[in-house]
Structure formats: structure tokens, C-alpha cells
């Protein structure tokens, strides 16, 4: 009798075990594919900002509350456009803005300015706004990163984004003299680049 169990029970025991690890690697391969769909969409709202020394700064986007300025970024990014552009104005304890082409911190790209799209956000330490002149609707291609809650611009200038890796690199951004920060020397973007593009090449 216990032979005749014992052979039944082994065949069972095998198709068990089988069936087992069968659902573990279907478990694994669907929880994989997940992941995937959703770390492709989810680089989609982020860029790369490639320092020196192999440095990189993460920033996610937000286009729920910036959607015009999101989309430019990510314009300007995809053309290379802020490629080898300097951090031309650096105050420590503030902030380190860049993004324009000639240096001066007078300069832009060719398209259009955009509207204001002014938020809630607050701007603390991270945080990605863009730079204006005297007319709120005057951003373009410059953008500042806070490297100290700095809460008296809230409300005056767009968030677009806010730094989720490197914000270590960015405090190593050479700084500026004076009050207007300016830069001799200045340290540069290496290169900027939509997160979802570079994983594609990889």
C-alpha cells in the first residue's frame, strides 16, 4: 500500500513543483513587463543634465502645473540646443541659472517667449524655474535651479521641474562674485537630454 502511494506521489510532487516555478517566472515576467511600460512613460518627464567629471543632475519634470514650459524644455533639449551652454550666473546660497546661449544672461533660443504658468510651488531647495525679465511672460530658454528655499519668488516665476538626483553636483557649480553673481570662468552643461531618448540608445 505505502508503495503504491509512493509512486503516485511522485509524479504529483514533480507537477507540483513544476506548475510552481511555472507561475513564479510568469509572475516575474509580467511584474518586468510592468515595470517597463511604466518606466518608459515615466522617462518621458525627465532630463539629464550631464556635468563635468561624469557628474549627472536628474530633474523631473512637472507638466501638471507647467505644461507649456514642460514642452520647452524638452523641445530645446531634444534639438541639443543646451548643449555646452555656461552657468553664467551662480549665487551661493540661491541659485545657479543657465540656458542662455551667448552667456550674458541676456540671450535665448528662437522661439517665442511663453506665458506665465505660475503655481502653488514652493521655490525650496530643487527646485527648476525659469527665468524672466521685468515681464512675467517673458521666459524663453533660461532656467534656474534653487539650491536654498528661497519662498520670496513663489508666485512670481514658473516651476517647471525639481532636481530628484545630483543636487550635490549642483552645489558644486562654480560660483559668481558680487551681487549679480556673474561668473568668470564658468562651468557648463555638458549635455541635456530627455531621460527616454538616452534610454532608447542604450
Known amino acids: 500500500m505505502d508503495l503504491v ?17 511555472l507561475t513564479l517566472i510568469f509572475s516575474i515576467m509580467n511584474v518586468a513587463e510592468a515595470q517597463n511600460k511604466w518606466r518608459a512613460r515615466d522617462l518621458e518627464n525627465y532630463i539629464y543634465i ?52 551667448t552667456g550674458t544672461g541676456t ?19 530643487g527646485a527648476v524655474s525659469m527665468a524672466r525679465a521685468s515681464n512675467p511672460d517673458s521666459g524663453n530658454s533660461q532656467f534656474f535651479i534653487v539650491t536654498a528655499d528661497s519662498r520670496f519668488l ?29 561668473v568668470n570662468g564658468p562651468d557648463k552643461m555638458i549635455k541635456v537630454r530627455v531621460a527616454a531618448d538616452v534610454e532608447k540608445v542604450q
Not at 503516485?8 to 516555478?21: A, Q
Not at 507647467?66 to 553664467?88: Q, S, W
Not at 528662437?110 to 503655481?119: H, I, Q, R, V, Y
Open 5 to 21: 502511494i509512493n509512486k503516485i506521489n511522485i509524479p504529483m510532487k514533480f507537477f507540483l513543483k513544476f506548475f510552481t516555478i
Open 50 to 101: 550631464d556635468l563635468k567629471n561624469n557628474g549627472r543632475v536628474i530633474i523631473e519634470l512637472l507638466p501638471q502645473i507647467a505644461p507649456k514650459h514642460v514642452e520647452r524644455i524638452k523641445t530645446l533639449a531634444r534639438r541639443g540646443f543646451y548643449d555646452g551652454i555656461v552657468f553664467h550666473r551662480v549665487i551661493d546660497g540661491f541659485m545657479a541659472q543657465t540656458g542662455d546661449p
Open 107 to 125: 540671450g535665448g533660443s528662437n522661439l517665442p517667449d511663453l506665458k506665465a504658468e505660475f503655481s502653488d510651488e514652493p521655490h525650496i531647495r
Open 154 to 182: 513663489d508666485g512670481q516665476y514658473t516651476i517647471w521641474g525639481r532636481v530628484v538626483q545630483g543636487m550635490e553636483l549642483v552645489d558644486q557649480i562654480k560660483k559668481g562674485s558680487g551681487a549679480g553673481g556673474k
